[in-house]
């Protein structure tokens, strides 16, 4: 809880203020607003919580203030148990609504949540290919560098079940949760708890597969998965997801992308894959990378022209990333010149809310 020192969301707004002079209404109000990753201000007058003009204004059920006047929304905060009193005082301050804690505890942390969701939203950027072996989950890691290097705060998130583990392929040994430890998760999940408990590498925080492929399908196709791409767009700039190549396209994650970066190998086969996928996913913006070597009459100007899509650059066949992604090194080919260039043009029309990178 803090005190004097609100919570301003992007419209300069105070996100929460309390008035109320109970110790116990304070302590079950904060810990419902660090449930839900707010801090709190508390006064103990009225007309000092309006001076604040809070999205949300609460006042405690001991209040005996009259009158809203709030330019706001006000809800009346009391405690489980109360008798019938607290709705007399409810109707005299004409609330809106009356939550008694810690009955109404989740109720209020979605409410609060909402005051998250209206501030800038992070951007997610999906990375497939058109066949397998491309090199999608690799350009989805240098993408994920490269980001974190411009200052984006960035996500490298994993969306391919048999994938065996992207996190492999960029550390030997990361620490910390895994798709496998969301499964449960409803509602809303609180975006500050999920960055911290992120493991981080290069500035790149990430949310791999661990090794039960069939247990984080089923994640995957279930409702955990919005709540988590809600945090993760609050907690995050940036997330590049390595999507899986196959039908369906793009799997359980292709729908939450903003954007869509496919590879495209140059060859005539997989051309016509590619050319089918984009028709088939025309609901976003996609960019192609074409990836060589090229068969004869190929290059990447054709490739993009034949796979029907816009050209972002070249992906050259690069020596020494079959061992580095292995050696969980994959991060180090994010330095190569032809990388970097590549990169800074997939991501020089992403936005940039600049929360601020990762440490």
Same mark, same amino acid.
């Given at each position: ?28 109000? #904060? ?20 001076? &604040? ?10 209040? +005996? ?13 009391? &405690? ?75 996500? =490298?998130?994993?969306?391919?079940? #048999?994938?065996?583990?992207?996190? &492999? ?93 496919? =590879? ?30 090229? +068969? ?60 601020? +990178?990762?440490?």
């Amino acid at each position: 809880m803090t005190e004097g020192r609100p919570w301003l969301p992007a419209s300069g707004r105070a996100g929460v203020a309390l008035v109320t002079s109970s110790q116990p209404i304070r302590d079950e109000t #904060a810990r419902v607003a660090a449930a839900a990753g707010l801090e709190l201000t508390v006064t103990t007058t009225l007309p000092e919580a309006r001076q &604040l003009h809070p999205a949300v204004l609460l006042v405690g059920s001991d209040s +005996a203030e009259t009158g809203s006047a709030t330019d706001g929304e006000l809800i009346l905060v009391g &405690l489980s148990g109360e008798d019938g009193a607290v709705w007399q005082t409810a109707a005299r301050l004409n609330a809106s609504q009356v939550a008694l804690l810690p009955a109404a505890a989740g109720w209020l942390v979605e409410r609060f949540a909402g005051l998250r969701a209206s501030g800038p939203r992070g951007h997610v950027l999906g990375v497939m290919g058109c066949t397998g072996g491309v090199g999608a989950s690799s350009l989805s890691c240098w993408l994920a560098l490269a980001a974190a290097r411009s200052g984006r705060s960035c996500l =490298l998130l994993d969306g391919d079940c #048999a994938g065996g583990g992207l996190d &492999l392929a960029v550390s030997d040994s990361l620490s910390g949760i895994r798709w496998e430890d969301l499964g449960e998760v409803s509602g809303t999940l609180n975006p500050d708890q999920l960055v911290d408990a992120l493991p981080v590498v290069r500035g790149v925080s990430v949310l791999a597969m661990g090794g039960s492929p069939a247990i984080e399908a089923g994640i995957l196709g279930s409702s955990a998965v919005k709540s988590v791409l809600d945090a993760v767009r609050s907690g995050f700039d940036l997330t590049i997801a390595d999507l899986p190549s196959g039908w369906p396209w793009g799997g359980p994650l292709l729908p939450f992308c903003d954007e869509l970066v496919l =590879l495209v190998p140059g060859r005539r086969r997989p051309l016509a894959v590619a050319h089918s996928i984009v028709q088939q996913t025309q609901f976003l913006p996609v960019g192609l990378v074409a990836r060589g070597p090229f +068969a004869q009459g190929l290059d990447p100007h054709r490739v993009a022209e034949l796979a029907g899509g816009p050209l972002i650059g070249y992906l050259p066949q690069l020596r020494g990333v079959p061992t580095a992604e292995r050696q969980g090194r994959l991060l180090t080919i994010g330095k190569h010149r032809r990388v970097q260039a590549l990169t800074a043009q997939a991501l020089a029309t992403v936005p940039f809310h600049a929360r601020g +990178a990762r440490p």
